[in-house]
């Protein structure tokens, strides 16, 4: 085979390689199992009137979960330090409205971070997940959480619902 031959079967070759290996990994990430959960999970608040810094807080913290059930290594990169995301939505008569987000407000580092997850294993944030809110500051009702794990771009990895009611 001549250096022309080669370089035109390389041309062919290297993106169906480079293709190949990007549907593998969306095929990795797409066996990965989530799970969100919500603790306590249905709350009842209390709205006897309290203002100012006697309110009291209540807190709803999400325990989110990812498992790697293949035989085959995960080895994920989210393009910051931010490598996940809940968000929570009041499910109203029109349509759902965010009312907190656990990244809001934070900053992460802007490096490519590694996420790794061994065969068989279980990844979780590394830190708490929790939303602390005074009564006065929701409102009765449903509510759902959304989990995103950035390193497979899956916008809603993982969710749970809840209700909010109140006592007066």
Not at 48 to 57: F, H
């Amino acid at each position: 085979m001549n250096r022309l031959s080669t370089f035109k079967c390389l041309r062919i070759f290297l993106p169906l390689a480079f293709v190949g290996t990007c549907l593998m990994a969306d095929a990795l990430a797409a066996d990965l199992k989530y799970a969100l959960e919500a603790k306590p999970g249905d709350l009842v608040v209390d709205r006897m009137p309290t203002t100012g810094s006697n309110a009291k807080e209540y807190q709803q913290e999400f325990l989110f979960k990812v498992t790697n059930p293949s035989r085959t290594d995960f080895r994920g990169k989210a393009p910051s330090c931010q490598t996940f995301d809940v968000e929570v939505f009041f499910v109203g008569i029109d349509r759902p409205t965010s009312v907190w987000k656990w990244s809001s407000g934070r900053e992460f580092c802007q490096h490519v971070t590694e996420v790794p997850i061994d065969p068989g294993k279980s990844w979780t944030p590394p830190e708490k997940v929790v939303w602390t809110f005074k009564a006065v500051d929701v409102k009765d009702g449903k509510y759902y959480a959304v989990a995103t794990f950035v390193p497979t771009k899956n916008k809603k990895a993982a969710d749970v619902n809840f209700v909010i009611t109140s006592t007066h």
